[in-house]
């Protein structure tokens, strides 16, 4: 079973950067996404942001021009700038894949902690 592994999160002061990774512990077959989402207590799980294999992204508005997403191989990455106190939440990486239906990978998750 393939495993999603997550690093990066930590405690920034509003305005700071963090770079989230994920790296899976293998191939995935017909792999076709990858992304990030985040939830805070209360609140669902919502996406921040994904990439397709072709390299299309998609972001929420509310992280638009501040985070980008990025892959290589079978690792996904967030540049997370101008963070916002806002953004505090747990990160969950996922991976898609598109085979006889969709079946959807998770990380264990990550903490961010953004202070005012």
């Known amino acids: 079973q393939v495993q999603l592994v997550e690093s990066g999160g930590g405690l920034v002061q509003a305005g700071g950067s963090l770079r989230l990774s994920c790296a899976a512990s293998?191939?995935?077959?017909?792999?076709?996404?990858m992304g990030w989402y985040r939830q805070t207590p209360g609140q669902q799980r919502e996406l921040v942001a994904t990439?397709?294999?072709?390299?299309n992204t998609n972001y929420a508005d509310s992280v638009k021009g501040r985070f980008t997403i990025s892959s290589a191989e079978n690792t996904v990455y967030l540049q997370m700038d101008s963070l916002k106190p806002e953004d505090t939440g747990v990160y969950y990486c996922n991976f898609r894949a598109l085979f006889a239906g969709a079946t959807d990978y998770w990380g264990k998750g990550t903490l961010v902690t953004v202070s005012s």
């Open positions: 990439i397709t294999n072709r390299g």
């Open positions: 293998g191939t995935i077959f017909r792999l076709n996404a």
